[in-house]
């Protein structure tokens, strides 16, 4: 079978839940966590074109079959060392979305806040990411 080499479809998000508490100035200190439940195996495609109904059939069992749903979790603490200085970090995680994926993200962040004046603050930050990705989406 041939198609156009355009085409359209409408993807359906999966299903997400988020969670997430803070516990504020407990002598200068904050801690806040929270984690994320996605549903990726729910994900699905559709093709506008009627024609293209046997492969957008495909698709959709390939997704259920290479996706998996996943937790993901943040935390972050951050300490007023003076009325004019505050420090904060933070980690997260988020594991692959595919079955036996390598591909999970890790991210580490560290930051500052200053007071320069009556209402004036300046906010600065760095994230790090890093990850491994080894996967194979089609095989051939």
Do not use: C
Not at 20 to 42: H, I, M, R
Request: aromatic residues 18%.
């Amino acid at each position: 079978n041939g198609t156009d080499s355009e085409f359209s479809y409408n993807v359906k998000y999966p299903g997400m839940i988020a969670i997430g508490a803070a516990l504020q100035d407990l002598s200068g200190l904050s801690v806040s966590l929270s984690a994320e439940y996605v549903y990726y195996s729910n994900t699905k495609i559709e093709f506008e074109e009627s024609d293209l109904f046997e492969d957008e059939v495909i698709e959709n069992e390939f997704i259920q079959e290479a996706y998996h749903s996943v937790w993901s979790y943040r935390a972050g603490l951050a300490y007023e060392l003076n009325s004019g200085l505050t420090v904060r970090g933070g980690y997260g995680f988020k594991p692959s979305r595919f079955e036996d994926g390598i591909d999970y993200r890790t991210a580490y962040s560290l930051g500052a806040g200053f007071t320069l004046g009556d209402g004036i603050q300046f906010e600065a930050a760095a994230r790090y990411l890093t990850w491994d990705e080894e996967s194979t989406v089609y095989e051939y």
